[in-house]
C-alpha cells in the first residue's frame, strides 16, 4: 500500500498472531496523518446460567487449558501488555452478546486451536464428555441461550 493511504487500520481478534513492532511500523507507514488504528479482540464466552459456565469454564480453563498457544494471554489481557506506539484514546466497554442453541455453542467451541490440538493429541473423548455434560444442562438443545464475552478495543492515532 501507498505511504500514508489508509483512513481506518483495524485488526480483530489477530494482533497477538503477529510480529507487532513490524506491524506497528507498517501501521505508520501507511496511516495518513489523520488517519486511525483501532485493535480489538474477545476474551472468553460466559453462559447464562453458572452450572453451564461451570462446565464450559471447566472444559476451556482445565481440560484444554494447555493446548492453548502462549500468544493467547495477550488477548486475555486485553491487549494491555502490548505496547501500543500511538497516541492512544479511550473507550468505552464492551459486551459480546449472542443467543446460541447448543449446536451453535459447540460448533464455536470446536472451532477453537486448542480444541483442535486436545482432539488432535486425545481423540474425541473429552470433546464427547463436554458434549453430554452440557446437553444434560442445557435442556432442549434448539433453545437458544445468551453467551456473553467481554470485548476490548485499542484505539489512537498516528501522531
Do not use: C
Request: aromatic share 12%; hydrophobic share 40%.
Amino acid at each position: 500500500m501507498p505511504d500514508a493511504s489508509v483512513d481506518l487500520l483495524t485488526v480483530a481478534q489477530g494482533l497477538h498472531w503477529l510480529d507487532q513492532a513490524r506491524f506497528f511500523a507498517e501501521a505508520r507507514r501507511v496511516l495518513k496523518s489523520d488517519g486511525a488504528i483501532a485493535v480489538w479482540g474477545y476474551g472468553d464466552p460466559v453462559l447464562d446460567s453458572p452450572e453451564l459456565e461451570s462446565t464450559l469454564h471447566h472444559f476451556n480453563r482445565v481440560t484444554i487449558e494447555s493446548y492453548w498457544l502462549p500468544e493467547r494471554q495477550l488477548l486475555l489481557d486485553g491487549y494491555t501488555t502490548i505496547d501500543f506506539p500511538f497516541r492512544e484514546i479511550e473507550t468505552p466497554s464492551f459486551t459480546l452478546e449472542r443467543s446460541l442453541t447448543l449446536p451453535q455453542l459447540f460448533g464455536y467451541v470446536r472451532s477453537w486451536s486448542a480444541t483442535a490440538r486436545f482432539v488432535e493429541k486425545n481423540g474425541l473423548d473429552g470433546l464427547e464428555k463436554l458434549a453430554d455434560d452440557l446437553g444434560r444442562l442445557w435442556g432442549d438443545p434448539e433453545q437458544s441461550r445468551l453467551v456473553r464475552a467481554p470485548l476490548f478495543l485499542r484505539a489512537g492515532y498516528p501522531n
